[in-house]
């Protein structure tokens, strides 16, 4: 055999690979959904302000709206007196104006009334036998709210391609967006294979392991907002991982743990090559992670499958989904320009690789004395689940670097909070 029939396939690079992944991912039509249900969805229209927010200029205080030129040079030793014609709650208006020399006690957001353009704290002013004692200056638009200072009517308030975050919800409710056009989420079939997994539940016999991939995977899809199609373990059996592959692409995308690296047993590949995949690349320059399969599947008339091939190890699962995959499905649902995540902190002590690899380290990123600094856990491994539990972000190692100094500026991958 010569020597190129044993050369190994080209190792992808982790920016070539993200770019064939996103090249891939297109969005699947809109749907409309009420606005309760709208956190984590994605904008598929631009929103518009059809009032302006607030409608009307409103007080911004308990107090009493006042002409502010009838208040010039008042103060506590020599208060200014006017007459309370009036008192305004909110919800309510004011069917008269406010002249000269008068007063009207207001609520806090009711309606200023016409005639007035200032507004005293209750702090600033005393009722007294039908008269108000003013004792400050009240500025021109002291204490109002205008109307339109929020946003105006015609604008934008949230562009398509937004996440809705519950921060949005307020703002969205208060220009009346009772649904919204959102773009549909991909469905997601989680597979793992391996004759050596065991449900959680189950005993361990001798060389079995639990299946812990498809619970975090499914975690981190839930992080996404994507409810995934769990379709349990295989055993290595070609016409079983057929089988479960053929229901597996009754889903939008297709997310598999295990079976994709050389082993005599990883029948991934085979089964998914004799169904018709197109291998987009197998292998990226990255560890852990390495054995990453990315395809598409025809299922013939409808659209292509998206298949994800995993490798079996816990670290190299998510290291594979934080970096190819959330950004994928990212783009799917909606978002037009997926955040990359990555921050820069102060490397704690120095690092050496072997390898010209992007290589993933887990860590603990933290903040002192305002500066964000990180440290890798204390063991790395592919298989450490312990340092995924002890680890809140990815230390991200470039191909071309083989060593880091302490206090060297890093890129941090962060892992996120616990939702």
């Given at each position: 055999?010569?020597?190129?029939?044993?050369?190994?396939?080209?190792?992808?690079?982790?920016?070539?690979?993200?770019?064939?992944v996103?090249?891939?991912?297109?969005?699947?039509?809109?749907?409309r959904?009420?606005?309760?249900?709208?956190?984590?969805?994605?904008l598929?229209?631009?929103?518009?302000?059809a009032?302006?927010?607030?409608?009307?200029?409103n007080?911004?205080?308990?107090?009493?709206?006042?002409?502010?030129?009838?208040t010039?040079?008042?103060?506590?030793?020599?208060p200014?007196?006017?007459r309370?014609?009036?008192?305004?709650?909110?919800?309510?208006?004011?069917?008269?104006?406010?002249?000269?020399?008068?007063?009207?006690k207001?609520?806090?957001?009711?309606?200023?009334?016409?005639?007035?353009?200032?507004?005293?704290?209750?702090?600033?002013?005393?009722?007294?036998?039908?008269?108000v004692?003013?004792?400050?200056d009240?500025?021109?638009?002291?204490?109002?709210r205008?109307?339109?200072?929020?946003?105006?009517?015609?604008?934008?308030?949230?562009?398509?391609?937004?996440?809705?975050?519950?921060?949005?919800?307020?703002?969205?409710?208060?220009?009346?967006?009772?649904t919204?056009?959102?773009?549909?989420?991909?469905?997601?079939?989680?597979?793992?294979?391996?004759?050596?997994?065991v449900?959680?539940?189950?005993?361990?016999?001798?060389?079995?392991?639990?299946?812990?991939?498809?619970?975090v995977?499914a975690?981190l899809?839930?992080?996404?907002?994507?409810e995934?199609?769990?379709?349990?373990?295989?055993?290595?059996?070609?016409?079983?991982?057929?089988r479960?592959?053929?229901?597996?692409?009754?889903?939008?995308?297709?997310?598999?743990?295990?079976?994709v690296?050389?082993g005599?047993?990883?029948?991934?590949?085979t089964?998914?090559?004799?169904?018709?995949?197109?291998?987009?690349?197998?292998?990226?320059?990255?560890?852990?992670?390495?054995?990453?399969?990315?395809?598409?599947?025809?299922?013939?008339?409808?659209?292509?499958?998206?298949?994800f091939?995993?490798?079996?190890?816990?670290?190299?699962?998510?290291?594979?989904?934080?970096?190819?995959?959330a950004?994928?499905?990212?783009?799917?649902?909606?978002?037009?320009?997926?955040?990359?995540?990555?921050?820069?902190?102060?490397?704690?002590?120095?690092l050496?690789?072997k390898?010209?690899?992007?290589?993933?380290?887990?860590?603990?990123?933290?903040?002192?004395?305002?500066?964000l600094?990180?440290?890798?856990?204390?063991?790395?491994?592919?298989?450490?689940?312990t340092?995924?539990?002890q680890?809140?972000a990815f230390?991200?190692?470039p191909?071309?670097?083989?060593?880091l100094?302490?206090?060297?500026?890093v890129?941090v991958?962060?892992?996120?909070?616990?939702?």
């Open positions: 055999m010569t020597q190129a029939h044993l050369a190994a396939p080209r190792l992808t690079g982790v920016e070539e690979a993200k770019r064939i996103l090249e891939q991912a297109t969005t699947l039509g809109t749907e959904v009420r606005l309760e249900k709208s956190m984590g969805r994605v598929a229209q631009d929103t518009i302000a009032t302006a927010l607030p409608p009307f200029d007080s911004a205080m308990d107090g009493y709206a006042v002409r502010s030129a009838d010039a040079g008042a103060s506590r030793e020599a200014i007196r006017l309370l014609v009036g008192e305004i709650a909110a919800g309510r208006v004011l069917q008269r104006e406010v002249g000269r020399g008068e007063a009207v207001i609520m806090t957001g009711a309606p200023l009334p016409p005639g007035a353009d200032s507004v005293v704290m209750l702090e600033e002013a005393r009722l007294r036998e039908g008269m004692e003013i004792f400050a009240a500025p021109p638009g002291g204490h109002v205008r109307a339109g200072e929020d946003i105006r009517g015609g604008e934008i308030a949230l562009k398509a391609g937004t996440r809705i975050r519950f921060q949005h919800l307020g703002l969205l409710a208060g220009l009346g967006y009772a919204l056009a959102v773009y549909r989420r991909p469905t997601v079939a989680l597979l793992a294979t391996g004759s050596e997994l449900n959680i539940d189950e005993p361990l016999m001798p060389g079995k392991i639990r299946n812990s991939n498809s619970l995977l975690a899809l839930r992080r996404l907002g994507i995934p199609v769990d379709l349990g373990t295989v055993i290595d059996e070609r016409n079983l991982i057929r479960q592959m053929e229901q597996a692409a009754t889903c939008d995308v297709i997310l598999i743990s295990g079976g690296s050389v005599a047993h990883d029948l991934v590949k089964v998914l090559r004799e169904m018709g995949m197109e291998t987009l690349f197998w292998r990226v320059n990255m560890k852990p992670g390495k054995p990453l399969l990315f395809g598409r599947l025809s299922v013939g008339g409808s659209r292509d499958r998206i298949v091939g995993l490798p079996g190890n816990p670290i190299s699962c998510v290291a594979c989904f934080v970096v190819f995959i950004p994928y499905l990212k783009r799917v649902t909606g978002e037009s320009e997926p955040a990359n995540g990555l921050v820069r902190a102060r490397l704690t002590q120095s050496r690789k390898e010209a690899k992007t290589v993933l380290l887990t860590a603990q990123l933290r903040e002192d004395a305002g500066t600094v990180v440290a890798p856990t204390p063991q790395q491994g592919s298989g450490m689940l340092s995924l539990a680890a809140n230390i991200v190692v191909e071309d670097t083989m060593q100094e302490a206090g060297s500026v890129e991958l962060p892992l996120g909070g616990d939702s």
